[in-house]
């Protein structure tokens, strides 16, 4: 996986890649991120199975009882993915023209379902969820261990480094800055519930720099060039050590 990854998101998330859930029938908006079932899309390297999830706290800690952090857009929540429950609102977000383009997931449900079941069902390194803003979905985020992931095999990673891949999900949501607020908002859940991380780290497509521009808004830096499966990537990363300053 790769920290949005894969990332379209860009102030608002890249518009196009980045995702965002909304209520079962109701309108999304979200994106950025480099996730992905295949090699190509939002996610650079597809996801390494290293087995069934065991018993006990999962790689990036229990995302669920993070609780919600104040923004200026109101109070944002990561909130696990369901499959049953928050499917139909996926599909419709993945198959975006706007998504589609960098998150390659359009198609029929079971593309999507695919995708998200590889991650529920693997070992827990990356973990599926909906950005629920002032009690509304509004986004689609993958918070990953990008030292457990196939970015690992593609650039220097810490141990606990933590990866974001995302996206707005609804049209309305993109280009007015939400996506850097939220991003920062993510940024600072992981670094508040996973004290041995010292980094967050994004991968969005290069051509996506609406996305870029959200990360670098967001205080993540660029740091490299970074060639993945199916896309050359901007390897951003948002320091702890930094994060009172950026």
């Known amino acids: ?55 006990g706290s999962l790689p990036v800690g229990e995302i669920g009882e993070w609780g919600p952090a ?4 109101g109070d944002f929540r990561l909130l696990p993915v369901r499959v049953e429950r928050d499917l139909p609102l996926l599909v419709r977000w993945m198959n975006d023209p706007a998504t589609a383009a960098f998150w390659e997931l359009a198609g ?19 973990v599926p969820c909906l950005g629920v803003l002032d009690g509304t979905p509004m986004s689609y985020w993958e918070i990953y261990r990008a030292d457990l992931d196939p970015l690992a095999d593609h ?17 309305a949501d993109r280009g007015r800055g939400l996506g850097s607020t ?22 969005p497509d290069l051509r996506n720099t609406p996305s870029v521009a ?21 390897l951003m990363i948002r320091d702890r050590e930094l994060r009172a300053v950026m």
């Open 1 to 55: 996986m790769t920290a949005d990854g894969s990332t379209t998101v860009a102030d608002g998330a890249s518009e196009g890649s980045a995702d965002g859930s909304v209520r079962p029938g109701s309108d999304a908006r979200v994106d950025s991120g480099s996730a992905g079932p295949r090699p190509a899309g939002p996610r650079s390297a597809g996801l390494r199975s290293v087995g069934p999830r065991s018993a």
């Open 70 to 73: 104040a923004t200026p857009a």
């Open 108 to 126: 029929p449900p079971s593309v999507t379902e695919q995708h998200v079941r590889a991650q529920l069902d693997g070992d827990g390194h990356s």
């Open 155 to 171: 650039c220097p990673v810490r141990t606990d480094d933590t990866g974001v891949h995302l996206l707005i999900g609804g049209r």
């Open 182 to 203: 939220l991003i920062r908002a993510v940024a600072d859940l992981v670094f508040d519930h996973r004290p041995a991380c010292t980094r967050v780290l994004a991968e």
């Open 214 to 234: 959200a990360f670098l808004t967001a205080g993540f830096r660029f740091e490299a060039e970074v060639e993945l499966p199916g896309k050359r990537a901007a």
